[in-house]
């Protein structure tokens, strides 16, 4: 075997604009911080393929089970997803390597005529293909008619353009990535309209069993433990309640210095009724401990531990106070 500098690693991805190009930044950040070479490999899904709504698709892992295939062959050493489509469920052979810094977690309205969710007129046509997004767009503003699509980001934009709809609810992440956000038109606060648990992170998928040098190298150098932590607090929620990312629930953490907080939100599916909660928690971290590799680990590990904890904890409290009543919530 050749040392790290004959290794290239392959980052499989979905072929979407959005994969391609999040993938595309992470493979270029692993290179110019680790100087190992990377190579994107794109994956058709059937998420990609399909034209049925989210809805009807399930939701549950149709961008990630084709990706998860190929990194478990070996046709490639990582794989990018975005956090938020990935099941929560465990999966055989595979672990999240790293979760890297967080783009922005919030939702934007993207409308014609720079018109805000206040400023739409009466009976407006808005877009999304989100159960959550319908819910929270139908609280706010129950005159909406709420229009389910599907397509990447630029087909869903296309349908303001053309004026087939007035607006469109988006992850400004998203738009963030592909370079869109001069069509943002309002951003969403997370403390009112929470959104997809890990809507804005990145997971780095890899093999449970691969600890090649320039692997682990790669990992430690993208790996961001309050993003991780954040993200992961929010997963819990969903895991708790055996729900799916179609599920109607909003969720926001933010990990501070040995703090962790986190909202969580469930929708009656038309809007007339939702159940809010905040939790928080200590982070626990071995104090005074020598900034070892070793120590770094550890102390992710025990971040996200707690995070998690938190949110098995608010779930509880969600489904004590009626949270299973409100919204169908299990996936299938
Ligand atoms: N459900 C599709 C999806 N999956 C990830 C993103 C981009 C945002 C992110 O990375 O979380 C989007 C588009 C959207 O929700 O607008």
Redesign the pocket.
Known sequence: MGGPSAVTLLVGTRGSA?ALA?AGDIAREITERTGVPTELVPVTTHGDVSRES?SSLGGTGVFASALREFLLAGKCDLVVH????LPTAPYTGLRIGAVPIR?DARDALCARDGLTLETLPDGARVGT??PRRAAQLAARRPDLVIVDIRGN?DTRLNFVSSGELDAVV??A??LG?LGRTERITEYFDLESWPT?P?????AIEVRDEDHSDALARALAAIQDDASHAAAAAERSILYRLEAG?AAPIGAHAIVGQGNVTLLGAVYAPDGSDSLALTGSGDVVTPAGAPETEDFVSLSSASIIETAEEVGRALADELLARGAAALAPLKHN
Do not use: E, F, H, P
């Open positions: 959005l999040q989210l975005s956090m938020k489509d783009a293909g989100s980001v988006l992850a992440a998203g990535r997809a890990a809507q804005g992170a990145l990312c």
